[in-house]
């Protein structure tokens, strides 16, 4: 098991590393964290949510896992980091695994999954806060490739790695549609290659999915069609609604000027501010080089043969495609590109590994300059600390950090446990608060004031303050909104006390409770 060593020490510098992020306080508390986060809470007393909170999709592994890890640490945000932690550190070894097995070369392996260690601002930023399963489903992307290139190969007769690998396959389906953009190569990779040969291997792996995913078809069953369009991306179909062509046109751009570049570390994923572009140019000529040299493998019979390539080349080309011509390629945050950057570690382990016997000064080279950059861009985004590393595209929902809890010790002293606020302000400031402080998200928080009831995820918040005598209102980084609602209550006769706190804005002590609708804010 020597060849575990390098792997091993690799994952403890990565996680060291992300230790080190996370002590700076860079990461900042988002309200879709504190919402896995109150699921956990839930969950330890007896709740059973299928799905995130408020919508059909992403189940609550996350929430599970990390109910886990609050069990032996207490609910808390360090819990939901050491859960994240953890996730990927496994992805980082199941990098070298599945590199090590389809490149069949030790030393590209460990370029790999050096790669994936010390990886760009994006990838930083979504295996350090949870959103609800991207961590997951990176890793059992990993996994389901390795298993399924196995299967193939040195695993056809095994009927166990079969059902194992579609449990594995329906628990991804669950847990995050993005799942797909490996199950739909492996689906036509595995039937391809095995033929009717292997007709039992399938019908294990198409009833250990539809086992996996049983939470998914219960909901299904239960609930309707809501689930299947918003495994489509109903939910935001509303940001493309220029036409099949229009919207095709729109997300090829966000693919070129927004995805692409935030994968390979040129931009953060929260702004379109470049990242050092001057240590970036050589960075970016070696990944466009590694890119062609994958792509050579494809003329090659016995890589066809093999099928790690094409597998992987699969990948790549169903994300791709699944991004124009979805709702989801109107996301310019490049989130969606995460799954990529296993085949581009590899991709670039082998390109080095095969320059590395006749000219490794120039190999080494090429990856310090890769990881170089990594780090340094990681060391810029630390070091713009208000946003700090942010999950919000929009500066409206760029909170200023620490003053959470000086918000909440305001509200509990002047009679602020019950009131409105949006999205980015209610779950954080609930799950501080042990629950203490229940806003309704029925703000809007977008600078021309729209608002979905989306927002408002957790019906009983909504009972709560529809049952309270009195109500605040809790604004962020919005001038525009407060001079609104300022107005609509001078104009209902309504009189209140003002306090800013950081990025929010307290309208408290209300002499009357006045709800958003007699504002007509939503309207």
């Known amino acids: ?161 079969w059902l194992a690998f579609g449990m594995l396959a329906g628990l991804g389906f669950w847990t995050f ?70 919207n095709m046109w ?39 080089r590694a890119g062609v040299f994958a792509a050579t493998p494809l003329r090659s019979r016995l890589a066809w043969s093999d099928g790690a390539w094409p597998l992987l080349w699969g990948v790549g080309l169903t994300l791709v495609a699944a991004f124009i011509l979805t709702p989801f390629g109107a996301d310019p945050s490049g989130r969606y590109f995460l799954p990529l950057y296993v085949p581009m570690a590899l991709a670039l382990g082998v390109l080095l590994a095969h320059v590395r016997p006749r000219r490794p000064g120039l190999a080494w080279a090429a990856l310090v300059a890769v990881l170089g950059y990594n780090l340094a861009g990681n060391a810029w985004a630390l070091a713009h600390n208000p946003p700090g590393l942010t999950t919000q595209f929009d500066p409206i929902s760029q909170l200023e950090p620490g003053h959470e809890q000086e918000l909440i010790d305001f509200l509990l002293a002047h009679g602020g446990e019950r009131g409105y606020s949006n999205y980015w302000v209610t779950f954080p400031i609930a799950f501080l608060s042990d629950e203490r402080i229940i806003l309704s998200a029925e703000l809007p928080y977008k600078a021309d004031l729209r608002y979905t009831p989306r927002d408002n995820r957790y019906p009983a918040y909504i009972r709560a303050v529809a049952a309270s005598p009195t109500a605040v209102y809790v604004t962020t980084n919005h001038p525009r909104l407060d001079a609104l609602i300022r107005d609509r209550l001078w104009g209902l006769g309504v009189t209140f006390e003002e306090q800013q706190i950081g990025s929010y804005h307290v309208f408290y002590d209300l002499s009357r409770k006045v709800v958003p609708d007699e504002l007509g804010i939503n309207r």
Not at 24 to 43: C, R
Not at 212 to 222: C, D, K, Q, T, V
């Open 177 to 246: 549609g993005l799942i797909l953009v490996y199950l739909v190569p492996l689906a036509v990779f595995l039937p391809v290659r095995v033929g009717r040969q292997g007709w039992r291997g399938l019908l294990l792996a198409g009833l250990g999915f539809a086992c996996g995913s049983s939470p998914w078809w219960l909901y299904l069953l239960a609930h309707g069609q809501a689930v299947l369009s918003e495994l489509g991306g109903s939910a935001i179909a509303g940001a493309s609604s220029a036409g099949l062509l229009g």
């Open 1 to 161: 098991m020597a060849y575990w060593v390098w792997p091993a020490g690799i994952m403890l510098g990565a996680v060291a590393l992300r230790g080190l992020i996370l002590a700076t306080g860079a990461v900042p508390f988002n309200a879709d964290e504190a919402i896995v986060a109150l699921m956990t809470k839930h969950i330890l007393v007896g709740e059973r949510p299928v799905f995130f909170y408020g919508q059909a999709y992403m189940g609550s592994l996350d929430a599970w896992l990390v109910a886990l890890a609050s069990a032996l640490l207490g609910p808390s945000v360090a819990a939901i980091r050491v859960v994240q932690t953890v996730l990927y550190a496994a992805l980082i070894g199941t990098t070298y695994l599945l590199a090590r097995h389809t490149l069949r070369d030790e030393v590209a392996a460990r370029i790999a999954t050096a790669v994936m260690a010390f990886p760009p601002v994006l990838l930083t930023l979504y295996t350090t806060a949870s959103l609800g399963g991207y961590g997951e489903t990176l890793l059992l992307g990993n996994v389901l490739l390795l298993l399924g290139h196995r299967l193939v190969h040195e695993d056809r007769q095994r009927l166990s790695r």
């Open 250 to 288: 729109a997300h090829t751009l966000n693919l070129l000027f927004f995805g692409l570049p935030a994968l390979a570390g040129l931009r953060p994923p929260w702004s379109v501010e470049a990242i050092l572009p001057f240590l970036a140019v050589p960075a970016l000529v070696i990944w466009l």
